[in-house]
């Protein structure tokens, strides 16, 4: 006679393999995603004030 509860426990651990793929996926996308959208914001922020001659384009050495 076989066991119910060891088929059902294999299925109840490769359903949270799934699920737990599924969170590090849909993480991944969104860290790539606000990381391309922040970069992006900070490009423009550097850009308007280099037009505006608040800073310079390039980073300035420190002065000693």
């Known amino acids: 006679m076989r066991n119910p509860k060891t088929k059902q426990g294999g299925q ?3 359903e949270y393999g799934l ?8 993480a991944i996308l969104v860290v790539k995603a606000v990381g391309t959208r922040t970069s992006s914001t900070f490009n423009n922020i550097q850009s308007t ?6 800073a310079t384009s390039t980073p ?5």
């Open 49 to 54: 004030m280099a037009a505006q001659g608040i």
């Open 60 to 64: 300035m050495s420190a002065s000693s």
């Open 12 to 14: 109840s651990l490769v």
């Open 19 to 26: 699920v737990l793929a599924l969170i590090g996926i849909t």
